[in-house]
Nanobody
């Protein structure tokens, strides 16, 4: 089993920053890929960022184009936690942010919600103008 719990969401003014956390428990040693997705009201869930285990202690990070240069995904192996540092936030970043995990490191599906069997319940991020 893999369980994911997000935290760190909240209300922030435009231009501000937030750091989201995703704590994994259960069969954490089998996780090879984790991602962040977001869903705004009336819109489809969209890819934000992903981090893929490369073997050993290596990893590779990927971002949606609109997040490049503003968001950073990272991991803390000791805490079994993945973070999403969000800077220069914009009102259009307002959404529920979800953490997801996969036991596979397949690079093909890292942007696809269907590529992640395990999901957290989400944390609300609201950016005021």
């Amino acid at each position: 089993q893999v369980q994911l719990v997000e935290s760190g969401g909240g209300l922030v003014q435009a231009g501000g920053s937030l750091r989201l956390s995703c704590a994994a428990s259960g069969r954490t040693f089998s996780i090879n890929r984790m991602g962040w997705f977001r869903q705004a009201p009336g819109k489809e869930r969209e890819f934000v960022a992903a981090i893929i285990w490369g073997g050993g202690n290596t990893h590779y990070a990927y971002y949606a184009d609109s997040m490049k240069g503003r968001f950073t995904i990272s991991r803390d192996n000791a805490k079994n936690t993945v973070y999403l540092q969000m800077n220069s936030l914009k009102p259009e970043d307002t959404a529920v942010y979800y953490c997801a995990a996969s036991l596979f490191r397949d690079y093909t599906d890292y942007q696809n919600v269907k590529g992640y069997p395990y999901w957290g319940q989400g944390t609300q991020v609201t950016v005021s103008s």
